[in-house]
């Protein structure tokens, strides 16, 4: 009925009832529609406001052939509408030849900010960047400038001036105050102060960030490789920075795709989450292939599987502290990459002697519950020895991962796991069978 | 040896050893002291920069007796060289009195900053802000003002001027461009805007970032509960508060203390983590009793045993998928907490699916292994049921924290974790222990 009503998208019920549906709901009804439909749907949708949204819930191949089928104006009212982040992510989806003539269709501005996204890539200061940042020359004077700002401080927030010469290389800047307060006559050359901190347009974003958080900035200039000013980056831009980046180090620590919030409806969910548990199903079976190789030890002491979950929990825990220490700690720059095998020996160290104090614990816990001293020593061993392998790998993957220029984050909890759970079974298992057959020949 | 040295803090050797330790290694042999010793060697180390690393490196009980023993003036010396937060920690664990006069000694704007600190609390607005913000009277003039801000531009950065009445209630702003450009004689009222987002002193410092991203500002200014000015917040301290509280979601989320980084030394390292490491031990020890109670069925069938670790890496991965999801929703202000219903259905939903189709996996993969079709039906049965558990104890344990006014990552994961190895070797070791005495009556 829905359908029905859709192929008709121009006419009054149609109309009401997309403006009370979710544009979820509408996006999995899109690939249903003939060409024309879309294309009056679309129509439609745009004047409901609506298209936008439904066009973030449609999945790469449906939004593809969705785009494929609509005219430039449409995609360009669609553009003007996203936020910078997604317009990318549509326009990199199309052929060189539309997105050169779509960018050209945009107000300049907004196009100006699309092309440097699309050529220094998003994480970049570059990216980052205002490229519309107004450039005063040097040799201008104080009463030409005044007159150019009084203009210009209307619509944007003007506190430093950019000074550059006459092949836009950055000189130095002026601050609004410097400016108001110097003699009419002087040229921006002779006032300016020198001394500023600038990035290179190729500068990743953390870096940028890190750069702001130093020199406590309000904006910074963005130079290219000759020093040429190509545009200006604000705080607020980098405190967004900061928080996709935190966000996105929790994500991947928790194998979450970043595209994912508490809005993405269900099915969406379902398929975002679902290759990183089958994912986790692959490697959780190492460690179950570990266990098989146990079956007759675990025969004759059932009780091992009791305190099997005990060393799997205790190894993923203390794996996932060290593992996310470091990550952490190489995000905010704490890392000296140089320093890294010492890094690594202090967290094994670390797992080592908690290993011990665990195990201890554990131990004497065992012993208390199931009046056997070698399966306490067992027990004892055991966990000293998957803290150990925790504390080992939970700082050697984010490590080599960096190192390799990698994210520290990135699939590095599902290494981890596997590594406690294989290292942990093999020394809890492979401990009890040795001393079964050294006690039971 | 070194323990003699440090005997005579100020003679040479002693002092060329200070110098070349560790401040965390020097922190170990205070305790040995005798307090005349102790105080000479505080001043060696005031003296070699390091009084103030070595304070932070001492522990509670240690730092206090230290503090309790050394002079006002030898205390003022390393507040003054310690980060606002961490001066705050230390005045915090002084007596009031002492506390009153040490702030007394410092320079006036330290002891407002901190002054602030312990008032409002480090994580509000009050807490976060500059007290020390110029206040311009209403019925000023605009060449009044000018010659002003003529003094105070050289030693701060002056953007915006904040306009108040006689009694220091916030009017609205003038920025520096509306001053500069106006005419002389004229009054701040005149030229102000009334049309200025302010935030109140006890506002939590999370909601001031969100305000700061929602508006985009430079600065905010911080009134009081009668609309008087009390001070100001600049950006680059919220970026700070921003990647503060995302560390401190992350690192809760992996039960790490919020004190550790990667300089702490391990023995610290190892303190700050067995907490958590115990309270885990405790909480698996939960599982490893789940798992007792079916030890006959395991010992007929082990090859159950040998997926367990299967049941409980899905779990927890699904778990913390979900709990991370909703911890960083939580935060950045995306979850109505009034439609907390609804998430955590939708969760539950979603974990429902994917154990569904995980479950499917896993059960063929495992009737490929063992050829065993009632083992794979129990598999597939508990995985649906485990994820089901992990997606709806992964999205109500944060839920309900944040409605009880805590933090909605403190502790979740382990809680998390424990409902899905219970909720999953229940399922999983209940459902085969019943279909065996049904098959094997």
Known sequence: MILR???????????????????????ELVPLLTPDELAELWRTLLELRLATRTLR???????????????????STVIARLSAHDAVDLLESLEPARRASLLEALDPARSAQ???LLRYGPATAGGLMDPEVPRFFADETVAATLERVRTLAEERRLFYLYVVDDREHLLGIVSLWQLVSAAPERRLREILSADVVTVRADTPEEEVAQEFKRYDLLMM????????????????????????????????????DVHEDLATRPARSVRLRLPWLLINLATASLAAFVV????????????????????????????TQTLTLMVRGIALGEMDLRRSGAVVARQTLVGFMNGLLTGLALGLA?????????????????????????????????????QMRLDPALGSSIFVTTATDVGGFLS??????????????
Do not use: C
Request: negative net charge; charged residues 20%.
């Open 5 to 27: 009503l859709l192929r008709h998208p121009g006419e009054r019920p149609a109309r009401r009832l997309l403006a009370r549906l979710h544009p979820a709901d509408i996006a």
């Open 57 to 75: 819930e449609l999945d790469g191949d449906a939004r593809e052939r969705v785009l494929a089928q609509l005219a430039d104006e449409q995609v």
């Open 114 to 116: 699309l092309s440097n």
């Open 221 to 256: 200039p963005v130079v290219d490789a000759d020093g040429r000013l190509a545009g200006a980056i604000h705080v607020d831009d980098v405190l967004d920075v900061v928080e996709e980046q935190a966000t996105e180090d929790l994500y991947r620590l928790a194998n979450l």
């Open 292 to 319: 098989s190789l146990f079956q007759e030890t675990i025969a004759k002491y059932v009780v091992l599987a009791v305190f099997m979950p005990i060393v799997a929990g205790m190894g993923g825990n203390a794996g």
């Open 366 to 402: 065992a012993l208390a519950w199931e009046r056997n001293a070698v399966l306490s020593g067992v027990l004892m061993f055991a966990q000293t020895l998957n803290l150990t392998v925790a504390g080992f790998f939970g700082a050697l993957v984010p490590v080599t991962l960096k």
């Open 428 to 441: 809890f298992l492979g401990t009890a069978t040795l001393l079964l057959s050294i006690l039971q020949p």
